[in-house]
């Protein structure tokens, strides 16, 4: 793959997740669209594919593979849900070379989302057919299992380790997420319809993105609505991302920590 004297930038997908696929000959892309925002940009960027209900030793060996042909000596990963537990079991356990420079986390449930718990215990039809859909990943991605992840991946001193949580009123949600919304709202509080404010915050807390879990990449299922900064504006978000990252910028683009005042 192509080396770059800047390094090389690696999105990563979450839970149920893919890089890219073809429908009538129209791509979809996880990260929608994203490629081309940043086909410019001076450093390569890649977009692999990890198996979509794998669990996260699984994922993150993938990942590593993957990661062994690139040729780049800085590598920042930035990662959505489930996306960021498999870098973080990467940084801790399969980079050697010490390769990885950051991570930053988008969304991704640190310390567990109560809908894992709930699709595993919970015998309604919803959560029976969440359980089947997103198994044995699932398992991986409770409170208690994040907890058990925690105390044994430790951060790496030499890499750095940022996060954004996102948040949305169950109000202001799609129909998909608004049930779970207020549902993780009473037991957590803010969220994006998957996971917690709270749970996403991971290492340097840049703060709280105005948008659910599936805007964070670029696919809003309502409809739009200046009032509520629907949707979401990925393009931006990760254009300034990436460039704050090439920069080696101290900060990362800060977002306001409580969207909704």
């Known amino acids: 793959m192509s080396s770059s004297d800047n390094g090389a930038i690696v999105f990563v997908h979450g839970l149920l997740g893919f890089s890219s696929f073809s429908i009538l000959g129209r791509e979809i892309q996880y990260f929608r669209n994203l490629r081309s925002s940043l086909k410019y940009d001076s450093r390569p960027i890649f977009f692999p594919a990890l198996p979509p209900t794998g669990v996260i030793e699984h994922r993150a060996h993938i990942l590593a593979n993957f990661l062994s042909r690139i040729r780049a000596d800085r590598i920042d990963l930035i990662a ?30 640190h310390h567990g989302s109560p809908l894992a718990e709930w699709a595993i215990g919970e015998s309604n039809l919803c959560f029976r057919w969440m359980h089947s859909l997103s198994t044995p990943a699932v398992n991986d991605l409770t409170p208690e299992a994040c907890a058990r992840f925690n105390l044994e991946i430790g951060n790496r001193e030499d890499v750095r380790y940022c996060s954004y949580a996102s948040m949305r009123s169950p109000a202001d949600m799609s129909l998909i997420l608004r049930p779970w919304g207020k549902m993780i709202a009473t037991s957590q509080g803010d969220n994006d319809g998957m996971v917690s404010v709270a749970s996403a915050q991971w290492g340097e807390f840049s703060g709280v993105l105005q948008a659910d879990h599936f805007e964070l990449t670029g696919w809003s299922f309502a409809w739009p609505n200046a009032r509520q900064a629907r949707p979401f504006n990925h393009f931006q978000f990760y254009c300034d991302l990436v460039r704050a990252l090439a920069g080696n910028d101290a900060s990362l683009p800060n977002v306001s920590s409580n969207p909704g005042d």
């Open 80 to 109: 959505h849900s489930m996306g960021g537990l498999d870098s973080r079991y990467l940084i801790h356990h399969l980079d050697p070379a010490h390769r990885v420079r950051s991570l930053t986390t988008i969304g991704t449930p």
